[in-house]
């Protein structure tokens, strides 16, 4: 079992629609909670962090967390064609875990 | 947020040559850096985790001898290419990260592209 998972995707949406991604983790005592956003060519940016349960929210970004479940996700709201990009979930815990990101186009 | 530096952004080599890559955390102390490769259209791949002061880590499969790391402020770690082959054709990123349990974030370098002819 891998430490972090994600669907692979592609996943596509229509403009403005919400983009949901979801990834799961397996060490329960992993402590931070992070998404990267990479566009083709380029390296990984941080764009959301969380550390405690429930919902965070930064502009049109949402990461929600529930460590019961192992569940982290990242919700886009009112997505734009310029959110087309990987997006990576990363736990952290006694190590930094990557997933293999979720590949998202949003379709104008 | 914290700002990570590579240098060069690109590089193009002859087999057999070596090939420096520089990391710098810009506005922050790094005690660890990272060090990953990625080929297209696949995942990060971790190579090795450096301490300052300290010899690097390497993941399992990643040749040490021939990926050297130096890590030798905090601010600054480095990564040799030892006699570099096609297949060693990669972007390579580094990236960075901060101290402490709600400061955890790893942040990268706009990674390097090296070409081996």
């Known amino acids: 079992q891998k430490e972090v998972e994600q669907n692979s995707g592609p996943l596509s949406v229509p403009e403005g629609a919400i983009a949901s991604l979801n990834c799961t983790y397996s060490?329960?005592?992993?402590?931070?909670f992070f998404w990267y956003r990479q566009y083709s060519g380029k390296s990984p940016e941080l764009i959301m962090s969380?550390?405690?349960?429930g919902d965070k929210e930064d502009g049109r970004f949402t990461a929600q967390l529930n460590k019961a479940s192992q569940y982290v996700s990242l919700l886009i709201r009112d997505s734009q064609p310029s959110d087309s990009a990987t997006y990576l979930c990363a736990v952290t815990g006694n190590q930094f875990y990557f997933g293999t990101g979720t590949s998202l186009t949003v379709i104008p | 947020g914290a700002v990570v530096s590579q240098h060069p952004s690109w590089v193009i080599c002859k087999s057999g040559t070596s090939v420096k890559i520089e990391c710098r955390s810009l506005?922050?102390?790094?005690?660890?850096m990272f060090w990953y490769r990625q080929f297209p259209k696949q995942s990060l791949m971790l190579m090795a985790t450096s301490n300052e002061g300290s010899k690097a880590t390497y993941e399992q499969g990643v040749e040490k001898d021939k990926f050297l790391i130096n890590h030798a402020s905090l601010t600054l770690s480095t990564l040799t290419v030892t006699s570099a082959h096609p297949e060693d054709s990669s972007f390579y990123i580094c990236?960075?990260?901060?101290?402490?349990?709600?400061?955890?974030?790893?942040?990268f370098g706009p990674g390097t592209r090296l070409t081996v002819l």
């Open positions: 969380i550390y405690s349960n």
């Open positions: 506005d922050f102390q790094a005690t660890t």
């Open positions: 990236s960075a990260r901060t101290g402490g349990r709600q400061y955890n974030e790893q942040f």
């Open positions: 060490d329960r005592g992993s402590q931070s």
